[in-house]
Antibody, heavy 120, light 110 residues
Framework: QVQLVESGGGVVQPGGSLRVSCAAS????????AHWVRQAPGKGLEWVSF????????YYSDSVKGRFAISRDNSKNILYLQMNSLRVEDTAVYYC??????????????WGQGTMVTVS | QSALTQPASVSGSPGQSITISCTGT?????????ISWYQQHPDKVPKLIIY???DRPSGISNRFSGSKSGNTASLTISGLQAEDEAEYYC??????????FGTGTKVTVL
């Protein structure tokens, strides 16, 4: 069964740090690009970050560039998002998402259930 | 990285067809074919329904179709059904090596 399971969300004070993780199973995780997408309460979807299948390239939205870092461990099938200098406006559900391709932010075909991050 | 522009709401009666627009710029929608659409029911995870402008993933009804003209992409839902009532988001790859979602459209089945 193809699955993405996020963990690590919680409540953190402004200026603090948090790392969320995503465990992949049921498919060849190392063969696909992966994203983090967030959704603030009652708001729309916001693309946050993308990492190529091999971790060789990483892209970020302007709103998180310089504060967040995406990484992956293909030996463990895990995707990470390290979030530093957190702001109140970073409060959202963070989704781990598999891309259809290996190297370009193309389309999101498998979504995790999300993990809630509250900055307060 | 401004969000792509979608109408806030669209409605239609069962059996009718509706179209949702998604307007960007030549740096995103107009410049790339990596346009996709997502359906999100309340308190549910988004679901991919169209990718690469007009392709449907396996298992997605052919009542959903996509197109693009210039800087505007469109999603058409034909034969509208009660289960289609949801929020819909477009997405585009951009020239800045980033992605951007649309503002979202709430579809109401009358």
């Amino acid at each position: 069964q193809v699955q993405l399971v996020e963990s690590g969300g919680g409540v953190v004070q402004p200026g603090g740090s948090l790392r969320v993780s995503c465990a992949a199973s049921g498919f060849s995780f190392r063969s696909y690009g992966a994203h983090w997408v967030r959704q603030a309460p009652g708001k729309g979807l916001e693309w946050v970050s993308f990492i190529r299948y091999d971790g060789s390239e990483k892209y970020y939205s302007d709103s998180v560039k310089g504060r967040f870092a995406i990484s992956r461990d293909n030996s463990k099938n895990i995707l990470y998002l390290q979030m530093n200098s957190l702001r109140v406006e970073d409060t959202a559900v963070y989704y781990c998402v598999k891309d259809r391709s290996f190297g370009t932010p193309r389309a999101f075909d498998i979504w995790g259930q999300g993990t809630m991050v509250t900055v307060s | 990285q401004s969000a792509l522009t979608q109408p806030a709401s669209v409605s239609g009666s069962p059996g009718q067809s509706i179209t949702i627009s998604c307007t960007g710029t030549s740096n995103d929608v107009g410049g790339y074919n990596y346009i996709s659409w997502y359906q999100q029911h309340p308190d549910k995870v988004p679901k991919l329904i169209i990718y690469d402008i007009s392709d449907r993933p396996s298992g997605i009804s052919n009542r959903f179709s996509g197109s693009k003209s210039g800087n505007t992409a469109s999603l058409t839902i034909s034969g509208l059904q009660a289960e289609d009532e949801a929020e819909y988001y477009c997405y585009s790859y951009t020239g800045s090596r980033t992605g951007v979602f649309g503002t979202g459209t709430k579809v109401t089945v009358l």
